[in-house]
Nanobody, 127 residues
Framework: QVHLAEAGGGMVQAGGSLRLSCTDTGRTDSSQHMGWFRQSPGADRDREFVAAIGWSGGFTTYGDSLKGRVTISGDHAKNTVYLQMNSLKPEDTAIYYC??????????????????WGQGTQVTVSS
């Protein structure tokens, strides 16, 4: 059973950095692909793709919102993925969710590709 535990959220001033982590504490082989999404404040906001990594070959891909300011990396032996975010802006304020999938069939950026989700960690960027 995959269980995703996120850490590293918090409050930071604009221009600052944060590193989020997500560990599959279930320690199964199911989480072969891990990604990050975010949901900004507002009832009509959807979860937006941030970045993802595939353990086989270390493939990475990024969404447009944080591109150039974010790096995803991971330690497969620890079943842990990291999201390093730099030059943060107030509009980056959101709940950041970790997600995992055994297979990606079409597109890493689609929420419905991921079977397991963490509870989310709040990131607040003050101006």
């Amino acid at each position: 059973q995959v269980h995703l535990a996120e850490a590293g959220g918090g409050m930071v001033q604009a221009g600052g950095s944060l590193r989020l982590s997500c560990t599959d504490t279930g320690r199964t082989d199911s989480s072969q692909h891990m990604g990050w999404f975010r949901q900004s404040p507002g009832a009509d906001r959807d979860r937006e793709f941030v970045a993802a990594i595939g353990w086989s070959g270390g493939f990475t891909t990024y969404g447009d919102s944080l591109k150039g300011r974010v790096t995803i990396s991971g330690d497969h032996a620890k079943n842990t993925v990291y999201l390093q975010m730099n030059s943060l802006k107030p509009e980056d304020t959101a709940i950041y969710y970790c997600a995992a999938a055994k297979y990606i069939y079409n597109d890493y950026k689609r929420k419905d590709e991921y079977e397991w989700w963490g509870q989310g960690t709040q990131v607040t960027v003050s101006s």
